[in-house]
């Protein structure tokens, strides 16, 4: 595809707009991160196991270490009758070696004591006060956890593009990793525009705003920072301003609104005042056929800007879509985004000129097959089947499909 591709004029096709992504977003630069606080971002370089996991030889089980030399004999014909030699809880060392012929009382991730090889867990022990009684004997490592069983230090644990969310931080902590490379996490900022959009009760030709929520809910729920949303009136002076100072102090600007063609649609002739680059205006999609893309070269962290249009269900659309393919390429992320799924339709879908994103719902039958089927009030200025919801299906231009046709969705929360 050619630079040309990304222009504007007629409507770019989605692939393409995605396409523009890949070859205009940079990645962000590297920073390190305490393990813990870094949700959400993506490794700049590949992680490997700090320690020996586990760290030491230890316990599975509650029960009672032992020497598996000193059993040979249990339960032959009489049980084994093993005095104790102590305690070792988790987290307490212990401090004396298992003598041979004893017992030493052990709980689940304690240490074993030098000597000892295999444990026996509490089930198949009887106590006679201060006495241990085996009736069978037992192997060497039998419900014991190894040093190094599972990782060595050093061996790797996670790869460089790969994304932070709570298992794998888990996965890090546990081996010993303090810190990890990870991509700055983009700073996202959001202006929503509209004269008619109010914060409390709107007037009489007002409307709720959904926009904001939707928005910072969106990057809530994904484990991103609330971005910092402002909302501007459609005044050109205002609106310059606003997208002036966002710009200035992020990676990436999201505009709600505005972006059509009407005469107070200023989002774009803003933009050019400014400076920012047109990439493309107008996808072949539905919704959301007005969205922009620019880049403003000429700041140093060469801010990124989206215009999403004011209809709640294109800003949807725009966010599953367009803004997590954006955030996948700030953050060099090796994932795909958006991560495509296949499923079958469950009934005919009619043609549009536009590729349609339609709302279905989901469901998984007996042989584990996925059925998508489309959902009513579906204008772009309606949300309120999202309750219905599970997944935004992908409707190729002018394609009618029918039932059973092989098609590709995306899950919604
Ligand atoms: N003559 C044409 N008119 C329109 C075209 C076109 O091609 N020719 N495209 C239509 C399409 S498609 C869309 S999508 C909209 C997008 O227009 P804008 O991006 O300029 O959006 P607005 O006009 O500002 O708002 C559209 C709609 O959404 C409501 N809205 C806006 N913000 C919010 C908010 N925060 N919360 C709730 N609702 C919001 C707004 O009241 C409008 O009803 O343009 C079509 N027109
Ligand atoms: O592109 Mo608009 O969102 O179809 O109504």
Redesign the pocket.
Known sequence: MSAHDCAHGVLLPLDAALACYAREVRSLPAQRLPVADALQHVLAAPVSAAVDLPMFTQSAVDGYALRSADLATAGKPAPLRLPLAGEVRAGVAPDAPLPAGHAMRIFTGGRLPAGADTVARQEIVERDGEYALLRHALAAGVDVRMRGEELRAGSPLAQAGQRLHAGLIAALAMAGVAEVEVARMPRVRVL???D??TQGTPGEAG??????PLLRSWFLERGYPAPQIDYVIDDRARLRDAVDDALRNCDLLLT???????DH?LVRPVAAELGVREVFWQVAQK????LYFGVRDHDEARPLMLGL????G?VLIGLHVHVAAVLAHLQNAAEAAPAWRTGRLAAAVRADAREQLLRMSVRIDGDGRIWLERLDRQD??MLSNLASAGALVRIPAAAALDAHAVVQWLALP
């Open positions: 929503v525009t509209g008619e959009v409307v709720f705003d959904a926009n904001g709600t609104g505005g972006v059509s063609v009407g649609d919704p959301g056929k007005p249009p004011g209809n709640p294109a772009s200025h």
